[in-house]
Each structure stands twice: as C-alpha cells, then as structure tokens.
C-alpha cells in the first residue's frame, strides 16, 4: 500500500512564498512521475506541474511558469513544489498524485495525497 503526505501549505501575502512537500511512503518499487495538482472552490482540479523522476523533465501549467518549481529527491521519495511571487489566484487545495510502481513487476498505479491549503491574502 502506498501513501501520499503532503505540508508546507498555509497563509501568506501577495508575492509571498511556499515550499510545498509530499513524500511517499510504504511498498513502493519506484516512482515514476510526481505532480502537483490544485482545485479553488467551484472550479475543476488542475495540473500545476509535474516530474518525471529517471529524467527530471518537467512541465508546468503556464499560470505558474517561472513563478513554481518543481523538484525530487528520490532517495527520500519526496517530491517539493517551490511557489514564489504568489498570487491570491493561486489561492486553493493543493494535491500531490503519483504515478508509482508498488511492487516489482506490477504496472504503474495512481495515488492522491489528502491535500494541503494554500491562501493568498493581505
């Protein structure tokens, strides 16, 4: 069984920032491609970036491009998510999903972090 954990989330000002975190824990054979997604009140869940962990690509939604990166550390299998300059439209539930192998020799399954606040606000 694979489990998500996210923190880092919280209340901070315009041109603020988060560093968000999610580590992955129990029977995991590899990670295969991480990412952030965020969902604000009313509107449908969004990607904000991902990573392919054996390559390091990755992609970013073009509301946050040069404002959020995204990085790994995967003898920790934590995945971060730094926001600077936030806005208050960043202001949602962020979630990290995955896309791990659990066990050798089983494809590839998703798996959803409870999700962390973040507001932007003076």
């Known amino acids: 069984h694979v489990r998500l954990a996210e923190s880092g989330g919280g209340l901070v000002q315009p041109g603020g920032s988060l560093r968000l975190s999610c580590v992955a824990s129990g029977t995991i054979y590899s990670l295969v491609r991480m990412g952030w997604y965020r969902q604000a009140p009313g509107n449908e869940r969004e990607l904000v970036a991902s990573?392919?962990?054996?390559?390091?690509?990755?992609n970013y939604a073009d509301s946050v491009k040069g404002r959020f990166t995204v990085s790994s550390d995967n003898a920790k299998n934590t995945v971060y998510l730094q926001m600077d300059s936030l806005k208050p439209e960043d202001t949602a539930v962020h979630y990290c999903?995955?896309?791990?192998?659990?066990?050798?020799?089983?494809?590839?399954?998703?798996?959803w972090g409870q999700g962390t606040q973040v507001t932007v606000s003076r």
């Open positions: 990573i392919i962990i054996s390559s390091g690509s990755t």
């Open positions: 999903k995955g896309v791990i192998i659990g066990r050798k020799k089983l494809g590839p399954a998703d798996y």
